[in-house]
Nanobody, 115 residues
Framework: QVQLVESGGGLVQPGGSLRLSCAAS????????VTWNRQAPGKQREWVAT???????NYADSVKGRFTISRDNAKNTVYLQMSSLKPEDTAVYYC?????????WGQGTQVTVSS
């Protein structure tokens, strides 16, 4: 079973930046796309960004132009660079494989944007 571990979250002021990392057991990322998703308190989990195995990317309108998803297959890691953060970006961020998600989501990493 693939295990996903997210890291890099924290507390940041509005307008600040963070880089999240998603590491997977094995070499699943070399042949699989990856999505980043987030869940804010009291809300459903929502999709944020996708990177395909070929490196194509797609973003939710709410983060387009501010977030960048990238991958390092050698490190079996996918990143989410977040800039110009807003309070509404506050959420637990999760990664998963794409197009077929793994059943077991990781623990996620908390991002809090607040002054």
């Amino acid at each position: 079973q693939v295990q996903l571990v997210e890291s890099g979250g924290g507390l940041v002021q509005p307008g600040g930046s963070l880089r999240l990392s998603c590491a997977a057991s094995g070499s699943i990322f070399s042949t699989s796309g990856v999505t980043w998703n987030r869940q804010a308190p009291g809300k459903q989990r929502e999709w944020v960004a996708t990177i395909t195995s070929g490196g194509s990317t797609n973003y939710a309108d709410s983060v387009k132009g501010r977030f960048t998803i990238s991958r390092d297959n050698a490190k079996n890691t996918v990143y989410l660079q977040m800039s110009s953060l807003k309070p509404e970006d506050t959420a637990v961020y999760y990664c998963n494989t794409w197009p077929i998600p793994t059943i077991n989501w990781g623990q996620g990493t908390q991002v809090t944007v607040s002054s």
